[in-house]
């Protein structure tokens, strides 16, 4: 078994990919909190803790964009650390700090309660001491109405990926280099998947495999389907353990444990009869689903939590969508489907009149949070003024609210407790955070306010970045990113054509950067 220096070693030669996780914000968890009964801490004004934080992009994300809450990161490796404290300086973050510690040295006393604990990617990964060390951190550490979030690998699901996962290391175990471990276990896993003939499930199994291992970067490779620590587990189990620690099962990040799942009425009926608290009908879910991880958030178990679900909740959220409409003119007859669209291909349709007024209200407000009473007034309004009085009744919210809850589990709606700093136009002098421009220079990843994580592809991109610094209007980038990229002008062209040419490109960028949320 490998000690703790060997795994602060591991990390440090192959640092583990940098990147924010959404689900993480304490805006997201509160709210998932909030529809289960828990008043948890004001996001705008919390105290935070990850552990296992690697080099500090996602907390200091968080920290970037919620000035007056307290964040504090705990990660073994000392480069890692190095990092994160690096960013901090750069930036002048005065509400992040960052702490080279073994976890199993911490106790209550190292750094006080928090209303937030976040532990990503890190439960399934260590040994069973420090995973036990990280559950009874969350009972000792956790607020009274605290949150916690833990993600973790799971079975039924992760028995399939043990199946390639056992081959490769069997294949690598000689190989101590990292970047030569991964490149070996590439090269097998597409051996041996395309090798087998057998006319049993097997060769489907391990080509499933390895068609989601080829869309993973190499860190991810070597810390997840190489590390000599991967311990998936049932749900029942991660929570049978959470309880020995004074902790309950509040929801999962990315979907609500009141609300029934998405399947057929028999199915549902089945699953109802086989259990009788919410601990086993997640686990039937997961049998169902074959899950293979889960990204689960638990509270003190002295907290009374509320699994019924209760539609009227959904009237002090804010809310947020990528989706709408695919056609510049509003279905405006009874019946008539109107179709939603989102700039990665999603789509829902619906012919609800309320709801496409509700939904259509995006188009001017981008991805940006809204309070639903707000959007909910001029999606009325509009029908009122069009003759549709009968469809604004409190009937009719009802149902807008059930089509929102269900896409909220598709992922196409997000539930809010707070607004957005940034904002849904494109401003005189345009700016993106401190953090996004750095990231730009580093050829890292870009984090919206949402915490979207964008790649730069082009140069354009990389120097419209250096230039949003709030100090150009849009003729001087213009003129500037002209001089910049002037290398890279067809001969053909003109100067005047390639000045259009940048102008253009420029207007599609900051376009869409407004639509995602990366401008203030």
Request: proline fraction near 4%; hydrophobic fraction near 35%; charged fraction near 30%.
């Amino acid at each position: 078994m490998l000690e703790n220096d060997d795994i602060e070693i591991a990390y440090d030669d192959f640092a583990y990919p940098s990147m924010t996780v959404p689900d993480t914000h304490p805006d997201s968890i509160a709210a998932i909190a909030r529809f289960h009964g828990l008043e948890s801490a004001s996001p705008q004004k919390c105290k935070v803790l990850e552990l296992g934080c690697g080099n500090g992009s996602n907390l200091n994300w968080i920290a970037s964009v919620l000035p007056d809450g307290e964040f504090i990161g705990i990660d073994l490796s000392k480069n890692h650390i190095i990092r994160a404290r690096e960013t901090v300086s750069n930036l002048g973050i005065n509400n992040a700090s960052f702490h080279q510690r073994d976890l199993l040295e911490l106790d209550d006393k190292s750094f006080g309660k928090f209303d937030y604990i976040v532990a990503h990617g890190l439960f399934s990964w260590v040994p069973e001491t420090v995973a036990e060390k990280i559950l009874e951190l969350y009972g000792k550490l956790l607020n009274q109405n605290g949150v916690g979030y833990i993600s973790y690998n799971t079975l039924p699901g992760c028995h399939l990926r043990t199946v390639l996962r056992d081959s490769l290391l069997f294949h690598t175990r000689k190989t101590t280099d990292p970047f030569k471990k991964v490149e070996d276990a590439r090269a097998f896993a597409r051996f041996i998947s395309e090798s087998s003939y057998d006319s049993s499930p097997f060769p489907e199994v391990l080509k499933f495999e390895y068609e989601k291992m080829v869309y993973r970067e190499d860190s991810n490779v070597y810390h997840d389907d190489l590390s000599p620590f991967n311990n998936p587990l049932y749900f029942s189990d991660f929570i049978g353990r959470a309880e020995k620690h004074g902790l309950q099962f509040l929801s999962e990040a990315r979907s609500l444990a009141c609300f029934p799942r998405d399947f057929p009425s028999d199915v549902l009926e089945v699953i109802n009869k086989y259990s009788d608290n919410v601990i086993e009908k997640e686990q039937y879910v997961d049998m169902i689903e074959g899950t293979r991880f889960r990204k689960t958030l638990i509270c003190s178990n002295d907290v009374v939590l509320d699994h019924e679900f209760r539609p009227e909740s959904v009237k002090r959220f804010f809310i947020s969508t990528a989706l709408r409409p695919d056609s510049a003119e509003l279905k405006t007859e009874k019946g008539k489907t109107q179709k939603f669209v989102t700039d990665t291909g999603s789509t829902f349709e619906t012919d609800h009149l309320l709801t496409i007024r509700f939904l259509s209200c995006f188009r001017t407000n981008k991805s940006h949070q809204i309070p639903f009473e707000e959007l909910i007034d001029i999606a009325r309004a509009d029908l009122d003024q069009n003759g549709f009085t009968d469809d604004t009744t409190d009937e009719e919210v009802g149902n807008t609210i059930s089509v929102l809850i269900q896409l909220y589990l598709k992922d196409l709606i997000s539930f809010h407790v707070c607004g957005s700093p940034s904002v849904n136009y494109i401003p005189e002098k345009p700016r993106v955070s401190e953090l996004a421009r750095m990231q730009a220079k580093k050829g890292e990843r870009i984090p919206t306010f949402q915490g979207i994580n964008l790649i730069l592809s082009d140069d354009f991109t990389k120097e419209l970045f250096d230039l949003l610094n709030g100090e150009h209007t849009r003729d001087e980038i213009i003129e500037e990113l002209v001089s910049r990229l002037m290398h890279e002008k067809d001969g053909d062209k003109s100067n005047e054509e390639f000045t259009k040419y940048i102008s253009e490109r420029l207007d599609e960028a900051l376009t869409r950067m407004a639509w995602v949320g990366l401008l203030f």
